[in-house]
């Protein structure tokens, strides 16, 4: 067993920044969606350009269980850093790639075959980086603050949120209509993979941590492990429909509510700011009260405020109100999620971490990330309601506290060996 050292904060935040620029990407191409369609899907119908765009998004969630299957595996075999390492290379690249692409106009079809590609490579190592990260920050962490470490995993993504938001916001004030709509994404998108040379020289410096806990390898799952990867997708499905619902919250005031198209960037900021909050919060608690009634309790107050947020926002919609439904929300949604994450994590074998939380992470934000903006559009259509949203969170939620249910506490616990 190797001895296990301390990460520095620079170590953490190298380890943690694959998240971050996950969710900072998903904003900034939701964000600019149309401009983007307009780049590389140019047509006379609005409608089509903007649904291929969205297309060209949702390719990306098909790659990620690959990614999980075949990277996280790896990083139980070969070791957490070198994972990480690969996965984060290819998520930067791919995401320079697309900044940098010419669009239609200027090299035609081959812009959006290039985007799609693009796409799915984002995909497949977004898919094989959660499982070994995750697994990363739970062995190094001291054996009092694992929840606590893994809430960064939870906290990073409400730092994209606010990144996202106040990158967007400043655009939006410097550049003019015709400029924010031309290349503004793009610069907003460089943003983003600035980050990624810095945050690779210091995850080459890591420790590894694959081999910190001692114990007989396992080959595989158990029975009672493989319900366990079932429970841990119906809780991180209503986690993940939660986050998107949360997020959705900005569009409903711009195409819902009438409000100006720029408050969304305020409301994404504020949902970024209190996430954080609460995921941080959450993980400092569960070490000290449990993993279970952290992720239940949270669940449960978000289901009984979930409705009534959006009926209040859709019966007295302003920039204050919006502002501090998205804020409530963020840091609900956040509050549970960690201790999501940290019981999943804590249960698995090391041996079989990496690939295990990767497969169940990627599957839950595929199947249910992926159709989460489609699901939600479809249902307000069909039902006529603006808080259909709300229900379908709700649905989620109920869910997921079946499996938290049978969940049985990790905080107080040595990990299984």
């Not at 191409?29 to 590389?40: E, N, Y």
């Not at 606590?148 to 106040?166: D, E, F, K, R």
């Not at 841990?232 to 986050?243: D, P, Q, R, Y």
């Not at 569009?251 to 909050?277: E, K, Q, S, W, Y």
Request: hydrophobic share 55%; net charge positive.
């Amino acid at each position: 067993m190797q001895q296990q050292r301390t990460l520095t904060i620079g170590q953490i935040g190298a380890v943690i920044a694959g998240n971050a620029l996950e969710f900072y990407d998903f904003l900034t191409f939701s964000f600019f969606a149309v401009q983007i369609g307009q780049a590389f899907f140019p047509s006379t119908d609005s409608t089509f350009s903007l649904l291929a765009t969205l297309a060209t998004f949702g390719v990306g969630f098909l790659t990620r269980p690959l990614g999980g299957a075949l990277i996280g595996p790896l990083g139980d075999r070969i070791g957490r850093k070198p994972a990480m390492l690969f996965c984060f290379a290819l998520m930067g690249g791919s995401m320079l790639g697309l900044a940098v692409t010419p669009g239609y106009a200027q090299i035609g079809m081959a812009a959006p075959i290039i985007a799609v590609l693009l796409r799915l490579a984002q995909g497949f190592a977004l898919g094989g980086e959660v499982g070994p990260a995750t697994a990363f920050l739970l062995e190094a962490a001291p054996a009092h603050r694992r929840g606590l470490y893994v809430s960064l995993q939870h906290a990073t993504q409400y730092a994209a949120n606010l990144a996202s938001g106040l990158v967007g916001l400043t655009l939006a004030n410097l550049l003019s209509d015709a400029q924010f709509g031309s290349w503004g994404w793009r610069i907003a998108m460089l943003v983003g993979v600035a980050v990624v040379p810095f945050a690779l020289i210091i995850r080459r410096r890591l420790p590894e941590t694959l081999h910190i806990e001692s114990g007989p390898r396992v080959a595989r799952l158990s029975r009672p492990q493989l319900i366990l990867g079932l429970m841990g997708i119906a809780m991180l499905a209503s986690n993940t429909i939660s986050t998107y619902v949360t997020n959705y919250i900005g569009v409903f005031a711009i195409h819902t509510l009438g409000m100006p198209a720029r408050l969304a960037f305020a409301a994404t900021a504020a949902t970024g700011l209190c996430g954080m909050i609460g995921a941080l919060f959450s993980g400092w608690l569960s070490d000290r009260i449990g993993r279970r009634q952290v992720m239940i309790g949270g669940t449960l107050i978000l289901l009984a405020l979930g409705v009534p947020f959006y009926l209040a926002l859709t019966h007295w919609p302003s920039l204050y109100g919006l502002v501090a439904v998205s804020g409530a929300m963020g840091a609900l949604v956040a509050f549970y999620g960690p201790a999501i994450l940290a019981s999943l994590t804590e249960t698995l074998p090391p041996s079989l971490r990496a690939g295990s939380v990767g497969i169940i992470y990627a599957l839950a934000i595929s199947i249910f990330g992926g159709t989460a903006q489609f699901v939600i559009t479809w249902l307000i259509a069909v039902t006529g309601s603006p808080i259909a949203p709300a229900w379908y969170m709700s649905v989620a939620l109920l869910v997921g506290l079946l499996g938290m249910a049978r969940m049985g506490e990790t905080a107080p616990v040595k990990l299984h060996r």
